[in-house]
């Protein structure tokens, strides 16, 4: 039973959406420091090799140049740190196109760029691995242990048994995060403490990361990210750019700013690795499935290996008792590819879930009736019970929510005019985990008002963490929201989890809450009173008339968890128009049913998902970045050249929640939203094509060409 | 109207004098000539609620009004706009009474990460004077210069076309 009186579950406005709507909030960048000075970096132009030689004497002598940082001059830093994809100009070795070599400092952003232009540099070239295609004919095994071969059962053998097969191979590209604020860093040193004003997904792994780098101490390191422009990944783990900036504020003496160029994030801050996933269903006429094999091949960096797993969904969505999951990695001359949105899963479930509906049109089935055929009583990869599982939920709810009967089951069939409509669905999953996160809580007296300060070092990617921080504590303490003010983002407060793989909300709202219930416990202590209904926090710091009370909670996930298999899970409805004329595919309608335990706020959330719709749509359709096979860079370096969806891409798209109340993952009930979003979106819209034109792209994205 | 010449004649001098009026203020830009009127903005006056995301015109975040026009400020010197009046997302309001379109957004839940919205606001309000845009899809196309990677654009139209109605807190 909803309590009208709580907080947590309101959709309530953003608490810092003022600061957002009168440009008040402050990025990396936004932070104006007296006599700073401007870096500007520049990059190889060949894929693999040696740096022979750096002439910067014309750089040297421009206007305002300050310093010019190169492998030749710069401090040792600790290339195994922690930071990611390599490029601290530690050797003159070239790994990959786009690869940092040196740093300009000069007095302004101007000076520095077109000083950086003046730099030539010679190399030592050798033979580069940029031709995917070629490459994926003898992929490597992967190192990771993670990716080794999953068999059960007969494996991948008992498809030679099954009545109806359904063999394809599903292509993604590579695609890239481009959060809207560039990467940057502004670096101020004190003696031997460097403060980093940079957007981190996770607050004390830039700081440990940095330290690490730098040698130096984690105290000695300060990040400070109160606001971040979108990371979606690619500000989860740090790059190069953050200690580049610190080391070039070190070697000159003054605060530096460091921010990359849209085109510098292209081959800066990771990528989303290019696939191939062959998937092999064996079932029998029935529609029950007897063999499920996933086999990925995926490229990744030549010097550390990295790759989203594509298998994942594939593990957990089906009851099947013979299954196959394999990966191969195919090392190229490129940067590190890196978590992206949904990592492994909305890839993989592109493949899986296009597979499932290409089975469910074979045997002349609902793509609905057939999942919910074949759902797993427990987690098929590991046999624990699940915490809960609401895919049937979301399945049915959303068919009648969206107008599933509606859809023709007959492809090509259903044309208004020119336009040919289509319906598809497609399901995902996420795992929901708590990670060990601390909580300050400080309360305050002042005018008969009790006023709390939360402190926690979270991240909100505008997620909404603020917010549904300031909710829990509001419930935890008998507060109103307006009493509640949340600090966070700052390595100087309490340790956190970051804001990655769907992680967040669980893990700081339940620090928060058992703060809350801490704070409350030792105040009923020092009051020494018994009561019959346990007062709030608020009403002790009144009838006990305290000014000030603290305290810190350390959060740890429930020891119960880890018996049971805990994820959200969502289904994805795709209405689209396809112009039989032009090919141009548009998703007109879509709804995404997403069951992920306790919504501490349905706005913030809904907003989530359908920032994961419009993600999965631009996955479907537009976003494709493209390697020079002559150079081994982007051909697409710009937005001009790399589409994400634009107003107009987006039609009328809606999200839903299952009324899911789940509390063995974590005491709140909280299950993430973040990645599951995305999952299952792009292979919604696949399958829709389909249910329009009857042709099946099995490429990413659909573009026009594919369809004609 | 001034002429561009006229504007461009101080290319002549090494550091450029720029006069504009910003939300409301006289303000003085001591720049050089290829300094973008963005970056005038943000590191000469310390406006740094206005966004830079691509440099090159193609994503929005830096859009401004500029003598009444929404403007991309990354595609625009400073020296180019001597004696202009700008408006920034730091002038929207009426001191603490927000702009009809800043409550919408709220409202609407019109952001998540907020970095593009100093130039969704600007093209939103550059828009509705313009006039142009009616129905929903006409919308959509004339806000398709600023790009939103949160996937924030359901609420982004849901908040103008309530504006554009009349409707939220004129």
């Given at each position: ?131 995917f ?38 292509e993604t590209p590579i695609e890239h995060h481009h959060p ?51 990371g979606f990944g690619s500000?989860g ?28 994030m292209f081959n800066?801050v990771g990528l989303r690795q290019r696939n191939?996933q ?18 990925t091949?995926s490229h990744t960096a030549?010097?550390?290996?990295y790759i989203e797993p594509c ?21 190229m001359?490129l940067i590190l590819p890196t978590y992206t949105r949904g990592p492994g899963k909305s890839t993989g479930s592109f ?264 993600w999965g749509?631009g996955m479907a359709?537009?976003e494709e970045s493209i ?7 982007f051909?697409t ?5 790399y589409?994400v ?30 990645e599951?979003?995305i999952v299952?979106?792009a ?17 990413l994205p ?7 | ?170």
């Amino acid at each position: 039973m909803e309590d009208s009186n709580k907080s947590i579950g309101k959709g309530i406005n953003r608490i810092d959406g003022i600061l957002k709507i009168t440009g008040k909030a402050t990025y990396a960048t936004d932070y104006p420091k007296k006599n700073m000075a401007y870096a500007v970096l520049f990059k190889s132009t060949i894929a693999a090799g040696k740096i022979k030689s750096i002439g910067s004497t014309k750089a040297q002598k421009y206007p305002g140049v300050i310093k010019i940082i190169t492998h030749e001059n710069i401090l040792p830093l600790n290339t195994k740190g922690g930071l990611r994809g390599g490029a601290l100009l530690q050797s003159p070795e070239i790994t990959f196109h786009g690869q940092h070599i040196g740093i300009v400092v000069a007095e302004t952003f101007e000076q520095a760029t077109a000083a950086a232009h003046l730099i030539t540099v010679e190399y030592n070239q050798k033979e580069d691995k940029i031709d995917f295609d070629n490459l994926a004919k003898k992929p490597e095994m992967p190192k990771g242990k993670e990716l080794a071969d999953l068999v059960r059962g007969a494996g991948k053998s008992a498809l030679a048994d099954a009545e109806v097969k359904i063999e394809a191979s599903y292509e993604t590209p590579i695609e890239h995060h481009h959060p809207m604020e560039p990467h940057a860093t502004v670096a101020v040193w004190d003696v031997d403490q460097v403060t980093l004003y940079n957007g981190s997904q996770i607050i004390n792994g830039a700081q440990t990361a940095a330290a690490a780098t730098l040698n130096i101490k984690p105290e000695q390191v300060r990040i400070i990210s109160p606001f971040i422009g979108g990371g979606f990944g690619s500000k989860g783990g740090q790059w190069a750019n953050l200690v580049l900036t610190a080391v070039a504020a070190k070697m000159v003496g003054r605060p530096v700013k460091l921010a990359l160029t849209r085109q510098q994030m292209f081959n800066s801050v990771g990528l989303r690795q290019r696939n191939i996933q062959q998937l092999s269903i064996g079932a029998t006429k029935e529609g029950k499935l007897l063999t499920l094999a996933h086999e990925t091949i995926s490229h990744t960096a030549v010097d550390s290996e990295y790759i989203e797993p594509c298998g994942d969904c594939t593990k957990v969505m089906y009851e099947v008792p013979n299954s196959l999951i394999s990966y191969r990695v195919v090392p190229m001359n490129l940067i590190l590819p890196t978590y992206t949105r949904g990592p492994g899963k909305s890839t993989g479930s592109f493949a899986l879930e296009s597979a499932i509906d290409e089975l469910a049109y074979t045997l002349k089935m609902d793509p609905i009736e057939l999942r919910i055929k074949n759902e797993p009583a427990k987690d098929p990869s590991n046999g624990k019970p699940w915490s809960s599982r609401t895919t049937v939920k979301c399945l049915q709810e959303g068919a009648k929510a969206f107008g599933w009967a509606k859809r023709k089951s007959e492809p090509g069939t259903n044309k208004i005019g020119d336009d040919l409509i289509g319906y598809g669905v497609a399901c995902g999953t996420y795992p929901a985990r708590q990670r060990d996160s601390s909580a300050v809580i400080k309360l305050s007296l002042k005018n008969k008002l009790v006023y709390a300060t939360i402190e926690i070092a979270a991240s909100d990617l505008g997620t909404g963490t603020n917010t549904i921080l300031a909710q829990t504590a509001a419930d935890g303490l008998g507060l109103p929201v307006k009493q509640i003010s949340v600090k966070l983002g700052d390595s100087d407060l309490p340790p956190a989890a970051g804001s990655v793989g769907s992680v967040g909300a669980s893990s700081f709202a339940n620090a928060v809450n058992d703060a809350c219930t801490k704070i409350t416990d030792e105040l009923l202590a020092k009051s020494g009173k018994q009561f019959f209904v346990r007062p709030t926090a608020a009403a002790l710091m009144i009838s006990e008339n305290i000014a000030d009370f603290q305290t810190r909670s350390d959060s740890k996930a429930p020891a119960e968890a880890e018996k049971y298999s805990a994820h959200s899970f969502n289904a994805n409805f795709a209405e689209v128009r396809v112009n039989s004329v032009t090919g141009m595919v548009k998703v007109t309608r879509f709804l995404a049913v997403t069951g992920a335990g306790k919504i501490l706020n349905p706005k913030t959330a809904r907003s989530q998902i359908i920032g994961g719709i419009v993600w999965g749509i631009g996955m479907a359709l537009t976003e494709e970045s493209i390697i020079d096979p002559r150079y081994g860079n982007f051909a697409t370096r710009s937005f001009a050249d790399y589409h994400v969806p634009t107003n107009l891409d987006i039609g009328d798209l809606d999200a839903m929640f299952i009324n899911e109340k789940d509390f063995i993952p974590n005491k709140m009930g909280v299950k993430g939203i973040g990645e599951v979003g995305i999952v299952g979106v792009a292979a919604a819209v696949a399958n829709a094509v389909f249910n329009a034109t009857a042709k099946r792209v099995r490429s990413l994205p659909i573009t026009p060409d594919k369809l004609l | 109207m001034r002429s561009e010449t006229q504007n461009l004649n101080h290319l002549k001098q090494g550091d450029c004098t720029v006069n504009l009026t910003v939300n409301g203020e006289q303000k003085i830009l001591q720049v050089q000539p290829w300094v973008s009127l963005l970056d005038g903005l943000r590191d000469h006056l310390n406006l740094t609620g206005t966004k830079k995301g691509c440099d090159h015109g193609q994503c929005g975040a830096c859009t401004i009004i500029c003598d009444d026009k929404r403007i991309l400020s990354c595609l625009t010197l400073a020296v180019m706009k001597n004696g202009s009046e700008i408006t920034t997302v730091e002038g929207i309001a009426h001191g603490d009474d927000l702009h009809p379109i800043q409550q919408a957004f709220i409202d609407h839940d019109a952001f998540q990460c907020g970095y593009c919205t100093p130039g969704q606001l600007c093209s939103a309000i550059g828009l509705i004077k313009e006039g142009k845009a009616q129905t929903r899809e006409e919308v959509k196309e004339l806000m398709s210069g600023n790009l939103c990677r949160c996937g924030a654009n359901v609420g982004i139209i849901d908040a103008i076309m309530e504006v554009k109605a009349g409707g939220g807190h004129e």
